[in-house]
């Protein structure tokens, strides 16, 4: 599938891996049991799977060591099941640990894993596709784009929890973060026709905001790089933090219609509110 044009995103990881250490040595006990926007699990099982993950992306990337040859079957919903069953096995094991070895951990493997993407050539073949993307091989620029949106968001999930997340609400960090999330919409709208042409955008309002044009053309979404106005079919606007729940899972698009604005074509914009950017 055509995406755009390269997304740099491997200068975040560091700056992101601080603020996250900074982030759980200034919590208060309590803080670690709170639940979070992402349903069953508590901060700590938050910081748990953010650690798993990170152990998992170093054991692949510099040991080239997987833990089983992955789902059965090679469909979307095997792939979601596999992925979620996972995550849980970690979380439970992690309930032996205590928060302050969890910072300890991370501390270790926090850098070995962002060098390691730092060093993958953007151009080659990704280890992992981006399934949500549709796609079934990827660069890895993009997979280094969609691990930042991953270790973003869950960040934001336990900032969110403990009402701290203007350090991360910020045009250098989110705006990359969407514009990763964007890559997922030709994907999504590859059932939806509209006259040759058109347009439709996706608008995420404030001073951190970012924006995505796709324009419809030989039977195919693509995403555009300029502002595209003309030709405008249909339209969703809403605002960054309403933008980030929504497309991962967080808050479902009937929650937040009365905070969204539609324009144009309602079936297609309606449609942009789907966008789940997670294998969830």
């Known amino acids: ?7 740099e995103t491997a200068h975040l990881f560091m700056p992101l891996h601080e603020s996250l250490i900074q982030l759980l040595k ?22 748990a799977h953010l650690l798993d993950t990170t152990v998992r992306g170093i054991a692949v990337l510099r040991d080239k060591h997987f833990a089983d040859s992955g789902p ?61 993307a549709g796609e079934t091989t990827s660069m890895n620029w993009f997979h280094i784009a969609r691990e930042y949106s991953e270790k973003y968001h869950h960040q934001l999930q336990i ?9 991360l609400m910020t045009a250098t960090f989110f705006a990359p973060f969407m514009q990763t999330f964007f890559l997922g919409l030709p994907y999504l709208l590859k059932d939806h026709h509209a006259p040759d042409e058109a347009v439709v955008a996706l608008e995420v309002t404030g001073s ?17 790089q300029d502002l595209l106005l003309n030709n405008l079919y249909a339209r969703s606007v809403m605002p960054a933090d309403i933008a980030w729940k929504l497309f991962t899972k967080g808050v479902s698009p009937k929650e937040i219609y009365p905070m969204v604005k539609l324009e144009g074509n309602q079936a297609l914009a309606k449609q942009l509110l789907n966008l789940v950017a997670v294998v969830a």
């Open 1 to 7: 599938m055509q995406q755009a044009s390269f997304l």
């Open 26 to 47: 200034e919590m208060e006990p309590a803080d670690w049991g709170k639940p979070t926007l992402a349903k069953d699990w508590s901060v700590k099982d938050i910081v």
């Open 72 to 132: 059965s079957q090679q469909d979307y919903q095997s792939l979601v099941k596999y992925i979620n069953q996972l995550n849980a096995s970690f979380i439970v094991a992690a309930k032996r640990f205590s928060p302050e070895q969890l910072i300890e951990f991370l501390e270790l493997t926090g850098p070995v894993h962002t060098q390691l993407l730092c060093e993958l050539a953007p151009f080659e073949k990704a280890v992992f596709s981006v399934a949500w």
């Open 159 to 167: 900032r969110e929890a403990v009402g701290k997340t203007e350090a």
């Open 208 to 224: 951190m905001g970012a924006s995505c044009y796709l324009q419809y053309k030989d039977g195919q979404w693509k995403i555009q």
